[in-house]
């Protein structure tokens, strides 16, 4: 009804004055007509009931209700469920897409297409190819059929899907050596394998010796030709056999020698060993050998007990045997195990007693020599042993609270004779009064320096 007054309002606006008043007199006429008609209808009880659809039981003009009929419901499918013809309601729920399988593309219910995923993980092969099909519908997969791969051509195996195939080498050419492996041309692989000559059969031989000829298939090698070897007394008159093959030969053959029994002989220093040994049947054939000496000492000889050295003699010849001499070292005064040397001093430091002993024999060293130089109060003490090689210093100076001297610096010589000429280190410390090292380090000798000259290098 609203809507109505709006157009008819619109349309006034457009009017004349008289159109207008004509216009209006006809809307107030439909205005009465649309108000006083549904009140004479209800009035009358002469309804005309309008209903949204064959399924609406309430009238939109008057609300009276009405009986009606069920629902004519379509058949559910995959997206909707039962839906009425006349109304659209619906009821219970819509039908689940069925298929055969994870792969099938098309609902049974609906026919409606899907995007699936195939499982190409089952390998298939035939004479020439291999491919996968899926796992669950078995569907080749058309794209991916390959061709058999082979490492080489005797190889029987596809790298892929383990296809057998038959195939046979190619081997190279046999050298005629049966330690040498026969390889195919194709592949590389063994054919035949290496083995070892045997050379077991019968001798073959001419008037210069006698060898073997392996016995094993395809293998021409001989081992080394031999002399033939006398069955007698060598130079025996008329023909002779070989005793390892039976050849009769008209030329003199050497026998086998019976060698007697191997001596041997050192010299009086053990420089030197000399094996000999002759044969039974001809003392005129004698192998003999100087053997090569090395010496170890086992037990070193010290002042007062003996060591001993061991001398080997060693020979290429297998048949003379390792020999060893064991000598005694007789025990010497050139070695003493000396200790530190030590000095003492009387009570006015005009003098002092300088020694030193040996760990071996627990005597001191009777041949030591001392001089001592003083040199504005500073006293400079030089030792040396029995053969007069200068063998230390020590300089002491007057100590600078009381009475006394402190030793201020020692040099010890720690190598005396080095490659044939004197030579080596020194030791040099200084010290503090209490006797504390200050610092230490090493003096090199110089070779030929002259330990008991008063060389600048050494005091």
């Not at 080394?224 to 070989?242: F, M, R, W, Y």
């Not at 002989?265 to 100087?290: D, F, G, L, M, P």
């Not at 300089?395 to 201020?408: A, E, R």
């Amino acid at each position: 009804m609203k809507e109505i007054c709006r157009k008819a309002l619109s349309f006034l606006k457009n009017m004349t004055v008289k159109q207008k008043i004509i216009s209006a007199s006809v809307v107030a006429v439909i205005l009465i007509t649309a108000i006083l008609v549904p009140i004479i209808i209800v009035n009358t009880g002469k309804c005309d009931h309008v209903f949204d659809n064959a399924c609406d039981t309430t009238c939109n003009e008057c609300g009276e209700t009405r009986e009606v009929g069920a629902h004519d419901y379509n058949a559910a499918d995959c997206d909707t469920p039962k839906t009425c013809k006349n109304c659209g309601a619906t009821k219970g729920q819509n039908k689940e897409h069925t298929y055969d399988n994870a792969c099938d593309a098309d609902c049974n219910e609906c026919n409606k297409t899907r995007v699936v995923q195939h499982n190409y993980s089952v390998l298939q092969n035939d004479e020439t190819y291999h491919w996968y099909v899926c796992l669950v519908c078995e569907r080749p997969d058309g794209e991916n059929k390959t061709k058999h791969a082979y490492d080489n051509d005797c190889d029987t195996s596809c790298n892929t899907c383990g296809k057998e195939r038959t195939t046979e080498h190619v081997p190279n050419s046999d050298d005629g050596d049966c330690t040498t492996a026969v390889t195919c041309s194709l592949c590389g692989n063994v054919t035949t394998p290496a083995k070892n000559h045997d050379f077991s059969g019968a001798w073959e031989k001419d008037e210069s010796g006698h060898w073997h000829v392996c016995k094993n298939d395809g293998c021409s090698v001989t081992d080394t030709k031999a002399s033939h070897i006398s069955n007698d007394v060598e130079n025996e008159p008329g023909a002779q056999l070989c005793a390892e093959c039976g050849y009769e030969s008209t030329v003199v053959i050497p026998h086998i020698h019976e060698w007697g029994t191997v001596k041997y002989e050192w010299n009086a220093n053990y420089t030197k060993c000399t094996a000999t040994r002759a044969c039974i049947k001809n003392e005129q054939h004698v192998e003999t050998e100087s053997a090569t000496i090395t010496s170890e000492i086992t037990i070193a000889a010290s002042c007062v007990s003996n060591g001993e050295i061991v001398y080997t003699a060693t020979f290429t010849n297998e048949n003379f045997a390792t020999q060893t001499e064991t000598v005694e070292i007789p025990a010497s005064t050139d070695d003493h195990e000396y200790g530190e040397l030590t000095v003492e001093w009387n009570a006015d430091y005009s003098d002092c007693v300088v020694s030193r002993y040996c760990s071996a024999g627990e005597h001191g060293d009777e041949e030591l020599t001392k001089t001592i130089s003083d040199n504005n109060g500073v006293k400079t003490v030089s030792v040396y042993d029995g053969s007069e090689d200068k063998i230390a210093v020590y300089v002491y100076k007057p100590k600078t609270s009381g009475n006394g001297y402190y030793l201020y610096s020692s040099e010890i010589k720690t190598t005396y004779y080095v490659n044939g000429s004197y030579g080596g280190n020194i030791s040099v410390k200084t010290y503090d009064e209490e006797g504390n090292v200050l610092s230490e380090g090493n003096k090199l000798i110089f070779e030929g320096f002259a330990p008991d000259s008063d060389d600048s290098e050494f005091g």
